[in-house]
């Protein structure tokens, strides 16, 4: 016996979706990098950058580009083998760009372990330091 089309698609959404639930495969995105301050037009800028786990990048104005698929295994990699507690335990000390009409940088990587979240007005951020070297400077043009 076939499904009807429309149960079929109800299954595969369903599968899909639970897929995403299990422990140890992040989701969509596997990276978000807010950058919040500065002055635009409307008040306080904002935009966000994200990679999604295929290698898609969504820019802030909404257009789509790749990452090459040749780097996303080291990309992922990196992500997973930070030690997170040391870049975390780094504190930022300067003054924070946002009060000097520049914009704060706000990571979010998806881990096994769950999201860590990065703000550049709180963690000193080394730019040269991995997996924040290939994602700035590379894909998003900030940083190093």
């Known amino acids: 016996m076939r499904l009807p089309r429309f149960l079929a698609a109800l299954v595969l959404a369903g599968s899909v979706a639970a897929c995403a639930l299990l422990p140890g495969i992040p989701s969509d995105p596997i990276v978000t990098l807010d950058l919040t301050g500065g002055r635009c037009p409307d008040g306080v800028c904002h935009s966000t950058w994200r990679v999604l786990a295929d290698g898609t990048i969504i820019r802030p104005d909404g257009s789509r580009g790749a990452l090459p698929q040749a780097d996303l ?9 930070t030690d997170w507690r040391v870049v975390l335990a780094r504190p930022f000390t300067g003054v924070c760009p946002v009060d000097v009409d520049g914009a704060e940088e706000r990571w979010t990587f998806a881990t096994s372990r769950g999201p860590v979240v990065v703000a550049s007005c709180s963690v000193a951020i080394d730019e040269e330091s991995e997996p924040f070297r290939t994602l700035g400077a590379d894909f998003f043009g900030v940083g190093g």
Request: aromatic letters at 0%; a neutral charge.
């Open 73 to 81: 295994p080291a990309i992922r990699a990196a992500i997973e083998t």
